[in-house]
């Protein structure tokens, strides 16, 4: 063992002691196997904050509708609209911060503030009583909600070379689940007095509140996972004290070695450590990567706030005529088969593929699926059942997998020393279009519900047709010239 763990250490030219980041890599070194234990942690962080993000969309229809704001029906997908952007609003404006304070004083901190911030005020949101407090309890929750762009940067440096693919395939799944979960435990749980009038009165908190269960039981897994996450090892390298080997036998090597080889080695470690005054906004390859994963981030919020309202609107509007319940079931089913992908096929298909070329395959097949979909509301009984339940599936998986390789081509493209602040500007930039997304998805839906004898694309076929021209605009920017990517040898 001993002999392991010298020929470990010798592999890292330089560690410093009381560096915590130093610390993690010498575990990595001497550590084999799969990494069981780091997947999960990182999987509970990311799911704690992707559950609220979404758990309120199978409710917001109805949620609006008891707020009054809403004159007619056709004005409700309007006012949903900005509640669901809210959320990205303020995540928008501190992405940065945050991003900052995880390069300065750790990613751990970043991410024990955001999932308090979870058992707070998503807490609040469900009890909110009118329009307003639902605007600012999310705006709160996204302001302070910083840790994924950190916990990208956290899976990255956590893992040995050979799981760090898998360590963002599990952000993003992880992400994309909570995304499907989230919708799903809102729909089961919104309402319960209604649903389930045996163990909730209309007299008790839940019936007086119908969406605060949902956002009640996320907290409390919040609430969990903030007290878990207290054992997270900090991966951040802090050298604030001079260098020092890791044990008396590495120094004994060394120093074995001459003069010349010390010289070398600090040479080589200087020439390694990250350009920190580099201009992020001047590395190509991540500005690139960040755009075009800011165009299939529009798309996939727009379609995940259209979804919902879409399949709970009237039959008369294009809709399905679903209840909370049964666009819950859906999401449900759609979390179950991208967990499975994502777990057991997206690795493989990486591997042989590239991230780039899974992206785009991932694209192409999307928009082909989203221009069935007016014609699936056509379908009825069992038919409809099954063919939305296939749809939601396919295109969740599109979409997770071209968010993983976008991950994977922005966490290559700097240095640690700048991880934390460039995934805070993919944060930042993701959020505006992300906010952008369900106030235009709402807008859009709304529109076309009142132009449903329209020459062209009526009704629900203009919405799928804009989603498809979104998703098309983002296949085209993953081409060259656009889209470059970082290599050993440089950019490519």
């Known amino acids: ?64 509708r008891d707020f009054g704001v809403a004159e007619r029906e056709e004005d409700i997908g ?36 955001g999932t308090i911030a979870v ?4 807490t609040l949101f469900g009890l909110s009583v009118n329009f307003w407090m639902a605007i600012i309890t999310r705006f709160l929750l996204g302001s302070l909600n910083g840790l994924l762009g950190p916990i990208k940067a956290y899976a990255v440096e956590i893992f040995r070379a050979e799981y760090q693919a898998l360590g963002l395939s599990t952000v993003s799944t992880a992400w994309g689940i909570g995304l499907i979960i989230g919708p799903a435990l809102g729909g089961f749980l919104a309402q319960p007095a209604e649903k389930y009038p045996n163990l909730f009165s209309k ?15 996320i907290s409390l897994f919040a609430l969990v996972v903030t007290i878990a996450t207290c054992w997270l090892p900090e991966t951040l390298h802090m050298h604030h004290e001079k260098k020092t080997s890791s044990n008396d036998s590495c120094d004994a090597l060394e120093a074995a070695t001459g003069a010349y080889k010390g010289d070398e080695t600090r040479t080589d470690y200087e020439a390694r450590k990250p350009a920190s005054n580099e201009s992020l906004l ?6 690139s990567s960040i755009i075009v994963y800011c165009i299939f981030s529009l798309h996939d919020m727009a379609y995940t706030e259209i979804f919902s309202l879409w399949a709970e609107s009237s039959r008369k509007l294009g809709g399905l005529s679903y209840t909370t319940e049964d666009v819950g079931e859906v999401l449900a ?20 593929l590239g991230p780039v070329p899974v992206a785009r395959i991932s694209a192409i097949m999307a928009i082909l699926l989203l221009s069935c979909y007016p014609f ?15 749809a939601s599936v396919m295109k969740n998986v599109f979409s997770v997998s071209i968010i993983t390789g976008l991950f994977i081509l922005q966490n290559n493209a700097v240095d640690q020393s700048q991880r934390g602040a460039a995934n805070g500007i993919s944060m930042t930039a993701m959020s505006l279009f992300k906010a952008v997304g369900p106030a235009g998805g709402g807008a859009l839906l709304s529109w076309a519900q009142k132009r449903q004898n329209a020459a062209f694309l009526p009704g629900d076929q203009i919405v799928f047709f804009v989603l498809n021209v979104v998703e098309l605009i983002g296949l085209l920017m993953t081409f060259k010239p656009f889209l470059s990517q970082k290599t050993k040898n440089g950019t490519a």
């Open 203 to 217: 007299e008790s908190i839940f019936g007086r509140f119908p969406y605060f269960l949902p956002c009640l039981c």
């Open 1 to 64: 063992m001993a002999e392991e763990y010298r020929e470990a250490l010798l592999k890292k030219d330089v560690y410093y002691e009381n560096c915590p980041g130093c610390k993690v890599d010498q575990l990595k070194e001497l550590k084999r196997g799969f990494p069981f234990r780091e997947l999960i942690s990182i999987w509970i962080v990311v799911l704690c904050t992707a559950l609220p993000i979404s758990t309120l969309f199978p409710f917001l229809y109805f949620m609006i």
């Open 119 to 122: 058992v707070i005020f998503n």
């Open 78 to 113: 309007y006012y949903a609209g900005y509640v669901g952007s809210s959320f990205m609003i303020g995540r928008a404006l501190t992405s940065v911060f945050w991003g900052i304070v995880a390069d300065r004083y750790g990613r751990k901190p970043v991410i024990i503030i």
């Open 282 to 287: 001047k590395n190509w390859p991540l500005m």
């Open 333 to 352: 089913i759609s979390g179950f088969g991208l967990l499975v992908f994502q777990l057991l096929l997206y690795p493989y298909v990486e591997r042989i």
């Open 376 to 390: 699936i509301a056509l379908l009825s009984g069992i038919g409809l059942s099954i063919m939305i339940n296939c």
